[in-house]
């Protein structure tokens, strides 16, 4: 009813390529962005540590992803180690270099073009080895960016434990807090940074969908030999999206490590991190940026939802182990049926609503 | 150098190498017969074990346990031929194998759902009266003198059981009715349809059969490690093999896990230094790989791609 195209009037050409055409859509947004900006970082504590940053993080990581498999078509398994390498990136360039030059968010992006550097490195082979045979290249990456950083003691300032937390002083950014009188440690500060990097990134990745990039990127996954007869450099496409994904999964990995838990830790970027952020990828749906975030809303929450469900429905009657066994068992399902039903995942059912509610009451 | 030492490393290598190709053997019976790169594999090795340890530790003896699980097996490959693979026919590979990986998570979960996420052991000769199933292993010092290594029977018996399946398969692949139609659907699901190829029994047979081959290499993983998670690890652990070998050759599928076995166990002693750490076994495996797909990017048996647009 209220979802019409009826009185948006497009009167210029940049009109025409707005990301959001319509009037209902720009206040959606902006009410949105209000609701992100002002009233999400005024709730608990708890809520921002243990439910949205953990998703900003990991869905920023999907998003990377998603360039390079769901818009270039190149598989990869090593979401998890381009995210370790970031994460100790921006844990060593805050250590080493001196505080008055270094700063969280200089560190997340330097560490973020490092990631895709060594992404790049791994993303050679692409050049040369296509489709299935390309999973032992990002495979290669993931364990031995793992093994590196695991025997090379030095990145972890050597800590014997193998886990090396935060020190407080790394939250400073140049004295900001202290001026402003804000707790930068504190879970809202930490949320609004990362909230502020995922949504540039996004918008970024957005128009990079839209662009005469993307537009490459997406005829090299459709037919790679097609696109290079029409002039389109596939090698350059190829390591370009390899750079911009594991650009992206650095970040990730920065505010994974450094806004979310609050250390540097191996254990959380095993190769199983590869294939939740993947899970998130394929239920989210493939090419679609609102998609990534979606798919990673649902694969982390559904594990929470699922266990506050058994404590109070049943009485607790669900152990952890329980409790992951049935979320891999639901993602399996998920996967197999939107596959079937739907390849384009969540955001294809967004899409599909949306479309609804603009024709309805009107079948067509 | 210690030629003595050299040999037990090789010998070492070669039969952890027939570990990694029996894994691969399914990966690539799946695959040239349908095109499909079944991310499943090691997740039906860990639900095929975790059935048959769990019988015998609830006091079914070994042939009826054997027999389930078999039939088990069966079961789940014709219900997956049915329920995901039939219904994505002809549509592009990489949603084909998206679906074998949420069909793997699916079967992580369920097979540790219905059974236990415990670690269990398996011992064969408690059932089987087997020499060769003898926990002792061969002094080779007691055959030819100078050669002072240690090889376990089982290791054996690993390769001998691998060595019966290659035949059994080449032979099914290459004189039957069955393996002629699975090569025509491996080239093209279309065409091989139109031809009046039953896509959807041939398929059927193929899970099926890999079901089973995955119970095999089940148990023999299951006595040489244990059964636990761990299992579906050996999967990645296979990849590398059937990339070396190339995606459609069975052939391929045991040279390259020799080659990584060997190749693994002679980088950890001879290039652990110069990488200066131990533990590179665990990602040498794909450098390999990755090294070896560059000059011949599609394996080394695997068929020579020629694309069109």
Not at chain 1, 83 to 104: I, K
Not at chain 1, 312 to 320: D, E, K, P, R, Y
Not at chain 1, 357 to 364: A, G, I, S, V
Not at chain 2, 156 to 172: D, E, H, K, T, Y
């Amino acid at each position: 009813m209220i979802y019409r195209e009826t009185g948006n009037f497009v009167t210029n050409y940049f009109k025409d390529r707005e990301i959001f055409p319509m009037k209902f859509d720009k206040v959606v947004v902006i009410l949105g962005l209000l609701f992100l900006f002002l009233y999400v970082p005024t709730t608990s504590e708890y809520f921002l540590s243990a439910h949205v940053i953990p998703i900003l993080a990991v869905g920023l990581a999907t998003v990377g992803l998603n360039i390079l498999t769901g818009l270039t078509g190149q598989l990869s398994l090593g979401t998890a180690g381009f995210m370790c390498v970031g994460a100790f990136g921006t844990y060593n360039l805050m250590l080493r270099v001196p505080d008055y030059l270094m700063s969280l968010p200089v560190a997340l992006l330097l560490s973020g073009i490092f990631a895709g550097l060594v992404g790049v490195v791994f993303g050679l082979p692409a050049i040369r080895i296509k489709g299935f045979y390309l999973l032992v290249s990002t495979l290669a990456a993931q364990y031995f960016v793992w093994w590196f950083f695991n025997s090379y003691a030095w990145f972890l300032n050597y800590e014997s434990s193998g886990v090396v937390a935060i020190a407080p002083k790394f939250y400073d950014y140049w004295g900001l807090g202290n001026l402003l009188g804000v707790d930068m440690q504190g879970y809202p500060a930490r949320y609004l940074l990362s909230l502020v990097v995922c949504i540039g990134l996004s918008y970024f990745a957005k128009n990079l969908l839209r662009s005469n990039t993307g537009r490459n990127f997406m005829s090299v996954r459709d037919r790679d030999i097609a696109a290079s007869v029409m002039g389109i450099s596939v090698p350059k496409a190829k390591l370009l999206a390899f750079f911009i994904s594991c650009f992206y999964c650095g970040v990730a990995g920065g505010i994974y490590s450094f806004l979310y838990i609050g250390n540097v830790d191996l254990m959380i970027y095993e190769v199983d991190r590869s294939f939740t952020i993947l899970f998130m990828l394929i239920i989210g749906g493939l090419g679609s940026i609102s998609g990534s975030w979606l798919g990673a809303i649902f694969v982390y929450e559904f594990p929470i939802v699922f266990t506050w469900i058994g404590d109070f429905i049943f009485q607790g009657a669900f152990n952890t182990a329980v409790v992951e066994n049935v979320s891999n068992m639901v993602y399996g399902v998920f996967i197999i049926a939107l596959l079937i039903r739907e390849p384009g995942g969540f955001a294809a059912l967004w899409a599909t609503t949306k479309q609804k509610l603009r024709m309805w009451p009107y079948p067509h | 150098m210690d030629w003595v030492y050299l040999i037990e490393v090789l010998v070492g290598g070669l039969m952890s190498g027939v570990m990694y190709s029996l894994v691969a053997i399914g990966f690539v019976l799946i695959y040239k017969s349908s095109g499909i790169f079944n991310f499943a594999q090691g997740t039906m090795l860990l639900f095929a074990s975790l059935t048959f340890v769990k019988m015998t530790e609830n006091g079914i003896d070994f042939w009826t346990a054997l027999f389930i699980a078999a039939g088990i097996m069966v079961v789940f490959g014709v219900v997956t031929e049915r329920y995901v693979i039939r219904p994505l026919a002809n549509q592009d590979l990489l949603a084909l194998f998206m679906a074998t990986v949420g069909l793997a998570t699916f079967q992580e979960g369920f097979s540790q759902f219905i059974w236990d996420s415990d670690v269990h052991g398996l011992q064969m000769s408690k059932f089987l009266d087997i020499g060769l199933l003898d926990p002792a292993p061969i002094f080779m010092s007691d055959h030819i003198p100078w050669l002072d290594i240690l090889i376990p029977k089982f290791d054996i018996f690993a390769s001998l059981v691998a060595g019966s399946l290659i035949v059994v398969l080449a032979f099914f692949f290459q004189k039957t009715k069955t393996g002629l139609s699975l090569r025509a659907v491996s080239d093209d699901h279309m065409a091989a349809m139109a031809v009046g190829i039953p896509l959807q029994t041939v398929w059927a047979v193929v899970w099926a059969v890999t079901g089973i081959i995955a119970l095999v290499a089940g148990l023999l993983w299951a006595e040489r490690v244990s059964v636990s998670f761990t299992l579906i690890e050996a999967v990645m652990k296979a990849l590398p093999v059937i990339l070396i070998g190339g995606l459609t050759s069975i052939p391929g599928a045991i040279v390259g896990g020799l080659v990584i076995g060997v190749g693994e166990k002679l980088g950890e002693i001879y290039l652990a230094d110069v990488f200066g750490g131990q533990g590179i076994e665990l990602w040498f495996a794909y450098f390999m790989a990755l090294m070896f797909l560059v000059f011949r990017p599609q394996g080394m048996f695997g068929e020579k791609l020629i694309e069109r647009v």
